[in-house]
């Protein structure tokens, strides 16, 4: 899937942490659960098809990698073969805060294929046709609507002084 957010949570370059935030609802979130690892895959500019693959339905009702060259020898982690960067976590925490479940991961293993910058996500939606533009509306209104309650719960069991 593409990840609602990604982003550096450590300074220690010798103990690297990347913080993720997904939906809990999504078939990612039950695999990392399962495994206790993820990868985050950083994408070349020229791969916004491959984005649009992962951003659109689910990994339950299909397989996102089947048209992808695997890199042999990381066990249950998928790792694309043709990316710009990859970096495989183990989790050392989870917290679900409603409508999105943050993982921190400790980097165990990283590769690099371009020197070149990678896709953004603005670069990511700004090559997206009508069409797809129209899938992942759809896609992220119903992931709203499923998502609305759990985070409604979530809020209101959160003290006064933490509530928006």
Known sequence: LLATWVNQASIDHENPLLLIGIAPNHH???????????????????????AFNFANGSGRDRDKFEALSLVDGHGECPIIEECHSWLKCDV?????????????????????NSLEPPLLDNEFISGCDPLQLK????????????????????QAELPDWLRP
């Open 28 to 50: 990612t979130s039950e695999i990392i659960d399962h495994s206790g690892q993820f990868v985050v895959h950083l994408l070349c500019k020229s791969q916004g098809a491959v």
């Open 92 to 112: 050392t925490s989870r917290l679900l805060t409603g409508d999105r479940t943050y993982y921190w991961g400790k980097v165990s293993d990283a590769g690099q």
């Open 135 to 154: 899938v992942l509306r759809a896609d992220r209104a119903a992931d709203v609507d499923i998502q609305r309650p759990q985070n409604e719960s979530f």
